[in-house]
């Protein structure tokens, strides 16, 4: 069978893009969390929040450096095969690459090892600033490259001259009309992805019966943060949907599987199989009306179906239809978990349902699916083109032999499955280690003449509390808060 080298490059970007995706969608999340609970533990002193933190800090890391490791191919594939696309396009989505790695990365990286090593270096105060420094560095990075992938699904701002892209209008470029909507529904959707993550692990430990307190602390912040984001992804997700309408209605068409060149009273398709040579819908089952009304927020609302647009205009039906109802789905289950949860949180059932536990444990992976299945959407629904109604993707490839494509596909396939079950074996070690013990985070505070969280274990002459940073004595007192109290009688420091 003779080899494809474009479509070979298509599906090698597709695969390297589905594997990096999937590990900044998780450390946006935790990212915000680890946040969150090292900000409420310096203003309540409850413990709970500092052991949550300290936990997940560890998976959080290992995540994000498989983000960085996953990513990095995705900005020499560009040149490598579609090397033309770059030649058009490289004047316009070059500097959003550039403002990503500048205002973003190096936010990231200047404040990751503060905030993974700092604990016993820094002040309690400038680890909590590098911590939500880290936070909104990941919020950043995910702005920008929403910019450019919004630059190439609804282009604006930009000057054709001899066939290459130059900017006209910096504003018009970076807030381009689907770029508010399409960056608040990815971030929405890297949230839900933590919380699920946070709230399914919790789940575990309260089924196994292990460090319950801790479990119960995170089991409720995630179920909380899932009962408020979740509906809002939806109403998002809405607002999203008529802007696709707008903009890209071949796209929307093939989401909907709507047919017809003009359709009144559009059906909600919950399933139907797709022929795409018939230019018709098998085994349709829909909810009358409801389509218009999502589509349209009219009861009889008319939407563009795929026939008005030439066959070689259309991207592919099934991928794309399938691929929305997925993510729909998901996002509607997770939308009834927030509610049940909610329900068994208003009976004081909320940690002693194991049938909820089990469910939310089964959707550790279900914000990352949903967001995979979300770019599917994204990136198959704009085909053939690669900017909509400009460049095409065919035209743009790099003539590169076959077998070459080939051998680089089969090790990116085979380099990163490796490294993805290494991922799993670490993740799964950390979790089933559980978070540090009360103990263990009590003697990382005590300390004398050294900042923030000292290691030392240092008791004073005359069993005096310790003295700290600026020698006051119980100045951090204990983990919860209190003063601390002296538990032995050594005159002599015991340095860890």
Not at 153 to 161: D, L, N, S
Not at 400 to 426: E, K, Q
Not at 467 to 496: C, F, I, M, Q, W
Request: hydrophobic share 50%; aromatic share 14%.
């Amino acid at each position: 069978m003779d080899l494809d080298a474009a479509l070979l490059s298509r599906i090698q970007f597709a695969f390297t893009v589905s594997f990096h995706i999937i590990f900044p969608a998780i450390t946006i999340g935790l990212a915000t969390f680890i946040a969150i609970w090292e900000g409420l533990w310096l203003k309540t002193r409850n413990p709970l929040y500092l052991q949550l933190a300290k936990f997940w800090i560890k998976p959080f890391a290992i995540t994000f450096g498989m983000g960085v490791v996953g990513g990095i191919v995705l900005s020499y594939e560009f040149g490598t095969n579609f090397s033309e696309f770059s030649h058009k396009v490289g004047a316009v989505l070059g500097p959003l690459m550039a403002y990503e790695v500048l205002t973003a990365f190096f936010l990231e990286a200047g404040f990751l090892g503060v905030m993974l090593f700092g604990w016993q270096r820094v002040s309690e105060k400038v680890h909590f600033i590098s911590t939500l420094t880290v936070a909104i560095g990941t919020w950043i990075s995910a702005f920008w490259i929403i910019v450019a992938n919004s630059w190439m699904q609804t282009p604006a701002g930009y000057i054709e001259v001899d066939g290459v892209f130059q900017v006209a209008s910096w504003t018009e470029v970076i807030f381009n009309p689907s770029m508010p909507y399409r960056f608040m529904h990815m971030l929405m959707a890297a949230l839900i992805t933590g919380t699920f993550v946070v709230g399914g692990v919790s789940a575990w430990f309260l089924l196994k019966g292990h460090n319950t307190d801790f479990a119960r602390k995170g089991f409720s912040m995630a179920m909380w943060a899932a009962l408020v984001l979740a509906p809002t992804q939806a109403v998002i997700g809405d607002f999203h949907g008529l802007v696709v309408k707008e903009h890209q209605p071949a796209k929307l068409a093939a989401m909907e599987g709507i047919w017809p060149v003009k359709e009144e009273k559009v059906p909600l398709l919950l399933f139907a199989v797709p022929d795409e040579k018939a230019e018709t819908n098998h085994l349709a089952i829909g909810i009358p009306h409801l389509g218009s009304l999502i589509l349209t927020h009219s009861w009889d609302g008319e939407v563009t179906g795929l026939k008005a647009f030439a066959p070689e205009d259309r991207p592919p039906v099934k991928p794309v239809f399938y691929s929305f109802r997925i993510m729909v789905g998901l996002g509607v289950l997770m939308i009834l978990i927030a509610f049940a949860a909610a329900w068994l949180r208003w009976k004081g059932k909320l940690y002693d349902c194991r049938l909820l536990h089990k469910a939310c444990f089964l959707m550790i992976p279900s914000g990352v699916i949903a967001t995979l299945f979300g770019w599917y959407v994204v990136e198959i629904g704009r085909q053939p083109w690669l900017v909509y109604g400009l460049v095409r993707t065919m035209d743009v490839v790099s003539p590169l032999p076959a077998s070459r494509v080939l051998f680089s596909l089969s090790l990116f396939v085979i380099t990163y499955s490796l490294l993805f079950g290494v991922y799993l074996y670490f993740m799964r070690k950390l979790i089933r280690k559980g978070p540090p013990t009360m103990e263990f985070l009590q003697q990382q505070r005590i300390g004398v003449d050294s900042p923030g969280y000292a290691l030392a274990l240092v008791k004073q002459v005359g069993h005096e509390a310790p003295l700290h940073a600026d020698h006051t004595p119980g100045h951090y007192g204990s983990v919860d808060g209190t003063n601390a109290e002296p538990s032995d009688h050594s005159d002599k420091p015991e340095g860890r």
